[in-house]
C-alpha cells in the first residue's frame, strides 16, 4: 500500500458530505490535503478540525479563472497535487423534464461537468508531467441507471462516467490513474441541496432505510488512492444493501 504521507490531495467540495469525509480520512491518515468549496466558514472549521495536513482554499468550481488563481497561489509544498479528487457537484430538482427548471439544468453543468473540467484541465498536465497521479470523481449510479426526475442530473453523472474513460484511454503509459467512484444514495446535504433547502423533502429520502454514509465513500476513495502504483481501479460502485438498480415499467391501460 502506498504511505498516506506521500499523497497531497486535491479535493473539491471538502466542506461537506463525501468531500468533508475524505478530507479527514486522508488528512488523519497523514496526508497533506487542499480542500476547497465556496462556504469559507466550513473551511476554515475543517482546518481547525484537521490542523496543518488541512490547507482551506475558498474557490467556486464553476469560475475557471478563479480555480487557476487559487491552485496558483498555494504554498510550494502543496502546489503538486498527486491525487485530485474532484468531487464537487449537485443535483437540483426532482421533476420530471418537462417540468424541469432550465437555471437548475444550467447550475448543474456548470458544476458538475464545466467545474469537474475545469480541475483536470488544471491540475492534469502536472500529473503527467510528474509521471505519478491519481484522478478520482464521484460519479454516481445515477450516471448508470434512469430514474424518474433524474433527467439532466443523471445526465451529466454520465458524462463523468464517459469522461473518466476517455482519460484513461489518453493517459496509458503515464502513470496516472483514474477512478469513478459511483455511489448510490449517501445521506449527505445532497437531499438538502437538490430539494433547495427543504428539509422535510430531503429527510424523506432517507426515511426507514440505511443510506450509505459519506464516510463509507471515504474509505473507497482511500483505498483506491493508497493501492500500490501497479494498481488501477477504473470504477467502483456503491450501492447501499437496500438500494437496487430499478426495474423496467410499463404504462398499461
Ligand atoms: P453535499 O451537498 O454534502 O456536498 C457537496 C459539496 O460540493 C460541498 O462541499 C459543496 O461546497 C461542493 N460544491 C457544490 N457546488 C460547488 C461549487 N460551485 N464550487 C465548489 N464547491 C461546490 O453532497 P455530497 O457530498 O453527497 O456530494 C458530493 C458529490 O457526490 C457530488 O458530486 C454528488 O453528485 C455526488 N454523489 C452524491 C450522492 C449522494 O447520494 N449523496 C450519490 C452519488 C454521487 P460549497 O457548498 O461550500 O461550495
Ligand atoms: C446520487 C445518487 O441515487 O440519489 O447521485 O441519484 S441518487
Known sequence: ?????????????????IGAASARRFALAGARVIGTGRRADRLIAMR????????????DVRDNDAVIAALAGLPEALAKPNVVFANAGLALGLEPAQRASLDDWEDMVDTNIKGLLYTVHATLPGMVERGEGHVVFTGSI??????????????????VKQFSLNLLADL???QVRVTN????????????????????????????????????????????CTLPRHVAINRIQVFPTCQSFAGMKVQRG
Request: net charge negative; proline share 6%.
Open 1 to 17: 500500500m502506498l504511505d498516506p504521507a506521500t499523497l497531497t490531495v486535491l479535493i473539491t467540495g471538502a466542506t461537506a458530505g
Open 48 to 59: 481547525d478540525e484537521l490542523g496543518p495536513n488541512f490547507h482551506p482554499l475558498e474557490v
Open 142 to 159: 445515477a450516471g448508470d441507471y434512469a430514474y424518474p426526475g433524474g433527467n439532466a442530473y443523471g445526465a451529466t453523472k454520465a458524462f
Open 172 to 174: 496509458i503509459g503515464t
Open 181 to 224: 467512484v459511483e455511489p448510490g444514495m449517501v445521506e449527505t446535504e445532497f437531499s438538502l441541496v437538490r430539494f433547495h433547502g427543504d428539509k422535510t423533502k430531503s429527510g424523506n429520502v432517507y426515511a426507514g432505510i440505511q443510506p450509505l454514509t459519506a464516510e463509507d465513500i471515504a474509505e473507497q476513495v482511500f483505498f483506491c
